[in-house]
Nanobody
């Protein structure tokens, strides 16, 4: 299974933006879909968005598409999550993962990247 490394998180004020990156370990993703998930304190992992690696078709969790955009760079073997108009309820650790057709994460979670939205 490919190794993934997330980055780009940080502390941002409400209404701000961040772009998260997910880089594969030197070879392309082996799964059809690559997704972003998040886990807020005390909550289960939540699906955010996914993209087909070859065709670029996108999928979003409920109420995610209006502020979040997932994209990928084939040459850099990287998947991005652009997050705009961030809200305190977006505070979570964000993870990327190869994703099943039913939009479930495959394999174990990596380290993730912390996103904190606070004034």
């Amino acid at each position: 299974q490919v190794q993934l490394a997330e980055s780009g998180g940080g502390l941002v004020q409400p209404g701000g933006s961040l772009r998260l990156s997910c880089v594969a370990s030197g070879r392309t993703f082996s799964s059809y879909l690559v997704g972003w998930f998040r886990q807020a304190p005390g909550k289960e992992h939540e699906f955010v968005a996914a993209i087909t690696w070859v065709g670029g078709t996108t999928y979003y969790g409920d109420s995610m598409e209006d502020r979040f955009t997932i994209s990928r760079d084939l040459a850099k073997i990287t998947v991005y999550l652009q997050m705009n108009n961030l809200k305190p309820e977006d505070t979570a650790v964000y993870y990327c993962a190869e994703t099943s057709a039913s939009l479930k994460a495959l394999g174990s979670w990596g380290q993730g990247t912390q996103v904190t939205v606070s004034s």
